[in-house]
């Protein structure tokens, strides 16, 4: 717009022509999952049951609250379940658990993340493993480290340089996953936990509440026209 000194002098007319700002967030699930793969998603969380079904449709869940707000998880119903994820409740050391031992921790008992152990060598081990899995291009098990370090230890991720670069690699695996997913593969369900992990690490802010994980993530920007006060013309003599 060509600035006219002799023309009424609107602020407001000028706000609004500020173009609107994009979404920051390195990975975003409503811009970065598409409707067809929620669909895909859904119908393939229809076709599991027990403990693949809680783990899954949790993680769902807390990707999205509105898309999965009627998905219910109850493990007392399920004995077999609550044998398995037993020991997460119970074991604190992180030099002690496995992957799927976390997470049965992060989905359904979160509260006891408060004990949990995480040493400087395990910081340590765990920077330079993740370089190495940089080289190597294994962006989900760098997601699945990166994010517990976000949840118990986030003045550490920084340590981990996950980069534009790292988050190009990052996506590009997620597409990948998402692309290879089928409804009647229940083993692809996995990708779940892979978007989990990197909502998780996009976030400003993971807390543990008493209602579970908690994924604070930035305010969109919105167009300034909607935020700019209505201010009186003001024409200078």
């Known amino acids: 717009m060509k600035f006219n000194p002799d023309a009424q002098l609107n602020i ?23 409707e067809e793969e929620w669909e895909k998603i859904k119908q ?16 769902a869940k807390i990707i999205d609250p509105k898309r999965f707000k009627d998905f219910f998880l109850d493990l007392d119903d399920n004995a077999a379940a609550k044998m398995e994820t037993a020991e997460a409740e119970q074991k604190n050391r992180w030099a002690e658990m496995s992957d799927a031992t976390i997470e049965y921790k992060l989905l359904f008992f979160p509260e006891s993340f408060k004990d949990f152990i995480i040493t400087n060598r395990d910081l340590e081990i765990n920077s330079m493993t993740t370089e190495r ?24 991720i920084k340590d981990l340089k996950l980069d534009a670069v790292a988050w190009d690699g990052i996506r590009e695996y997620l597409q990948g996953k998402m692309q ?3 409804t009647a593969d229940a083993t692809k369900l ?19 509440t008493q209602n ?26």
């Open 12 to 34: 407001h007319e000028l706000a609004i022509e500020e173009p609107e700002k994009e979404s920051e967030l390195p990975f975003d699930p409503e811009r970065d999952i598409t």
């Open 44 to 59: 393939g969380l229809d076709n599991v049951t027990g403990l693949t079904r809680a783990l899954y449709g949790s993680s």
């Open 133 to 156: 899995l940089k080289k190597e291009g294994e962006w989900g098990k760098i997601l699945h480290r990166a994010g517990l370090v976000k949840i118990v230890r986030p003045d550490r």
């Open 180 to 182: 290879a997913f089928g």
């Open 190 to 208: 996995r990708c779940v936990m892979d978007l989990l992990f990197a909502k998780i690490l996009a976030a400003d802010k993971v807390k543990i």
């Open 212 to 237: 579970g994980l908690e994924i604070i993530v930035p305010k969109k920007k919105e167009n300034l026209e909607q935020e700019a006060p209505q201010v009186p013309e003001v024409k200078q003599f």
